[in-house]
């Protein structure tokens, strides 16, 4: 089936800092979305992103839907030490209402003050 | 917020019981989804409602069924659990656009 593939697991950066995280996939998509998971929590909708090309931002964060329909990017700007946690994107293939979402396994930022 | 309460919040049970996990929401979505999160795996769909009595298999439905018999609630059933249905179970809402918003999930452990 369906993969998308977010890679490293884990990512350690300096507060302050700017942060890239990438998704790619084999297989097109007609939307892409950007979560955020705390320990404990529900995943929080970040980002939702459904143009090839489409550069959206919310707040620190900015989101791009690659160009091929085949990858996304989620930038963070100026990081702060609530940026902790787990970022996963989720890519829709189809447009329909019973076309589902394929997750990525997700990847934690740990974020040093 | 998506108005999304999912109840119970923990539970432990024991190997061969019954559960049943309640999805509530309150803003009259027609699509509710049960997904499982297992480390290694992500998110994978059990089973999802497109109605009221409207319902249909995702990639890891076995041992699980699902009711709806009003909008705002989806409930998810484990008729005989087992141990490797130990898991964090998060229901989730379609918006209008297609994105999906998730519910604060139910620790469930099987002993």
């Known amino acids: 089936g369906q993969q998308l593939n977010q890679s490293p697991q884990s990512m350690f950066i300096q507060e302050g800092e700017d942060v890239s995280m990438n998704c790619t996939s084999s297989s097109i998509f007609n939307t892409w979305l950007w979560y955020k998971q705390d320990p404990g929590e529900g995943p929080v909708l970040l980002i939702a992103l459904y143009k090839a090309g489409e550069l959206t931002s919310n707040g620190r964060l900015t989101a791009q839907f690659g160009i091929t329909r085949k990858d996304s990017f989620l930038n963070i700007s100026a990081s702060i030490p609530s940026d902790v946690g787990i970022y996963f994107c989720a890519g829709q293939p189809g447009t329909g209402a019973n076309s589902k979402l394929t997750f990525g396994k997700g990847i934690t930022l740990s974020v040093r003050p | 917020d998506a108005g999304i309460t999912q109840s119970p919040r923990h539970k432990v049970t024991e190997t061969g019981t019954p559960v049943t996990l309640r999805c509530h929401q309150t803003e009259n979505h027609r699509y509710m989804y049960w997904y499982r999160q297992d480390p290694g795996h992500g998110l994978r769909l059990i089973h999802y409602s497109y109605g009221v009595k409207d319902t249909d298999k995702g990639e890891v439905s076995d041992g699980y069924s699902v009711s709806r018999s009003k909008t705002e609630d989806f409930l998810l059933t484990l008729e005989s659990a087992t141990s490797s249905q130990t898991s964090v179970y998060f229901c989730?809402?379609?918006?209008?656009?297609?994105?999906?918003?998730f519910g604060p999930g139910t620790r469930l452990t099987v002993t």
């Open positions: 989730a809402i379609r918006g209008t656009s297609g994105e999906q918003y």
